[in-house]
């Protein structure tokens, strides 16, 4: 596979990933500082850029409103919805000759709707939902219309690793913020009630973050989406009879053995300082992956401070 292809299909699995954690987020903590008048609005907001890598605005203003101008409609702040929307499309263009028809009209049909400014027309509750579904038919037709070759590896690589890493700023914001923070994680995460189940309603912050963590079952915990990644990697190097051959796949078996090995309640007691640990070492994996895989490709610019 041309390593153009290659890259363009690992960026859509990241942009379409961080869209849809993108609407989750912005979802349950704009209906948090409508429902909850102890929710203090300057601070969560702050918070949630904080998730997002983004820098809040100069000007010190920072309210629901504006937070939804930030992180969802603004084409021009890298971290925004439709920034991600706006770079899965023209990475989808990129690839354009190897995707199936229907997940290119998906991609683009999802696009489309942020120039015309039908997604902020929608507002709010109707808009983020509107990501979330669209990224969902986005994830089912690429599910349905590829084969299970190189590009559905990249693809599926580039989808964990942004999951993983987004799981882990969730973690870490949870950990400094007070009030509802674990139940909202898990609600960004759509852990809730699959966390419910599995742990009976025992909802400490020990169990949280165990479940969003380690949990082997879940599909949005940290080890699950490396456990994925590693395994795409390893179908990439699949002519290897021993070990691994390439610094992304060593990284992340390290990374995972890091969490997995270490005691939780360690884990719970030193969470941000983990979770930035973490989230560098995803940063190091991409590189390695962008060496490994990409260097014979136009580079692309990723959109956003990670």
Excluded at 69 to 81: F, G, K, M, N
Excluded at 141 to 168: K, P, Y
Aim: net charge neutral.
């Amino acid at each position: 596979m041309l390593s153009r292809i290659a890259e363009s299909l690992f960026w859509i699995g990241r942009y379409v990933e961080r869209a849809d954690d993108t609407a989750r987020i912005l979802d349950v903590q704009t209906q948090l500082m409508l429902e909850d008048p102890a929710v203090v609005v300057p601070a969560t907001c702050r918070a949630v850029l904080s998730i997002m890598g983004a820098e809040p605005p100069k000007d010190g203003v920072l309210d629901a409103r504006r937070l939804l101008d930030l992180l969802a409609y603004d084409r021009t702040s890298p971290e925004s919805i439709a920034a991600s929307l706006q770079a899965a499309r023209e990475s989808a263009r990129r690839a354009r000759e190897t995707l199936s028809e229907p997940l290119w009209v998906a991609i683009n049909t999802t696009y489309r709707a942020i120039p015309s400014g039908a997604f902020r027309a929608m507002g709010p509750t109707r808009g983020l939902r509107w990501v979330r579904d669209q990224t969902a038919l986005i994830n089912g037709t690429a599910e349905t219309t590829m084969s299970r070759d190189e590009g559905w590896q990249f693809l599926m690589l580039g989808r964990s690793l942004e999951r993983a890493d987004m799981t882990a700023r969730l973690l870490a914001s949870a950990a400094l913020s007070p009030g509802h923070a674990w139940t909202t994680a898990l609600r960004a995460c759509g852990a809730h009630e699959a966390f419910l189940r599995s742990r009976r309603g025992l909802e400490t912050e020990l169990e949280v973050v165990e479940f969003l963590l380690l949990d082997r079952l879940f599909p949005g915990s940290v080890v699950f989406a490396i456990t994925r990644a590693e395994r795409c990697l390893a179908s990439l190097e699949s002519a290897s009879r021993t070990g691994v051959e390439n610094d992304a796949h060593r990284l992340l078996g390290r990374t995972r053995a890091e969490l997995e090995y270490r005691p939780i309640e360690e884990l719970v007691a030193d969470l941000p300082a983990a979770m930035d640990h973490f989230q560098r070492a995803c940063a190091t994996v991409t590189d390695a992956i962008t060496r490994r895989f990409f260097s014979g490709s136009e580079a692309l610019a990723w959109q956003g401070t990670r």
